[in-house]
């Protein structure tokens, strides 16, 4: 399975943005998708995720704000991100799990300007 992220970039605060992140190769094995963030000197925190049955699952602090979602026909996750705040700034990456492992997208950054 490889990932392609992106749809980040710069954006006031109060904005909004969508990653989309985009699987391809061994798609058939994908169960849960999902999106984590690494903000400067901090860990790898996540932020939602998503079953192949639409079951979502959110970090508290994105809850009300953040929404995620997936087109299985696509093999893509979406993160639709508003009311987008300064702390909010990181690198996204997407993650794909199967069986076996779970893989990783190369991330993309979000930074939202005060």
């Known amino acids: 399975v490889q990932l392609q992220a992106s749809g980040g970039g710069l954006v006031q605060a109060g904005g909004s943005l969508r990653l989309p992140c985009a699987a391809s190769?061994?798609?058939?094995?994908?169960?849960?998708m999902g999106w984590y963030r690494q903000a400067p000197g901090l860990q790898r925190d996540i932020v939602a995720d998503?079953?192949?049955?639409?079951?979502?699952n959110y970090a508290d602090s994105m809850k009300g704000r953040f929404s995620i979602s997936r087109d299985n026909a696509k093999n893509t996750v979406y993160l639709q991100m508003n009311s987008l705040k300064p702390e909010d700034t990181a690198v996204y990456y997407c993650?794909?799990?199967?069986?076996?492992?779970?893989?990783w997208g190369q991330g993309t950054l979000v930074t939202v300007s005060s």
């Open positions: 993650h794909a799990d199967t069986i076996l492992r779970r893989t």
């Open positions: 190769g061994s798609t058939l094995s994908i169960g849960r």
């Open positions: 998503i079953t192949t049955g639409g079951s979502t």
